[in-house]
Nanobody
Framework: QVQLVESGGGLVQAGGSRRLSCAAS????????MNWFRQAPGKDREFVAA????????YAGDVVKGRLTISRDNAKNTVYLFMNSLKPEDTGVYYC?????????WGQGTQVTVSS
């Protein structure tokens, strides 16, 4: 079973940028579509972005559309989320998730706090 560990969260000023990483271990990373979600305090988890197993196709949710880049390095079993022009409303816990043959597997999340 794949295990996912996110990193890169922290405190960032509004207008700044941040790159999150999600490292996978176990499983076959290169065969999984990968996703990023986020959950703001008191709100439901929402879709941020996704990338196909090969990295050839990406999708962006409306919440940060135009302000993010999702990418992956299958040699390093890692998926990245780069966000710029961050806003206070981007604050939340960011989760990566792998779409495996047995279902979606989630990481534990990394906190991003954007100060105004």
């Amino acid at each position: 079973q794949v295990q996912l560990v996110e990193s890169g969260g922290g405190l960032v000023q509004a207008g700044g940028s941040r790159r999150l990483s999600c490292a996978a271990s176990g499983g076959t990373f290169s065969s999984y579509g990968m996703n990023w979600f986020r959950q703001a305090p008191g709100k439901d988890r929402e879709f941020v972005a996704a990338i196909s197993s090969s990295g050839g196709t990406t999708y962006a949710g409306d919440v940060v559309k135009g302000r993010l880049t999702i990418s992956r390095d299958n040699a390093k079993n890692t998926v990245y989320l780069f966000m710029n022009s961050l806003k206070p409303e981007d604050t939340g816990v960011y989760y990566c998730a792998a779409d495996t043959f047995k279902g979606r597997v989630w990481g534990q999340g990394t906190q991003v706090t954007v100060s105004s």
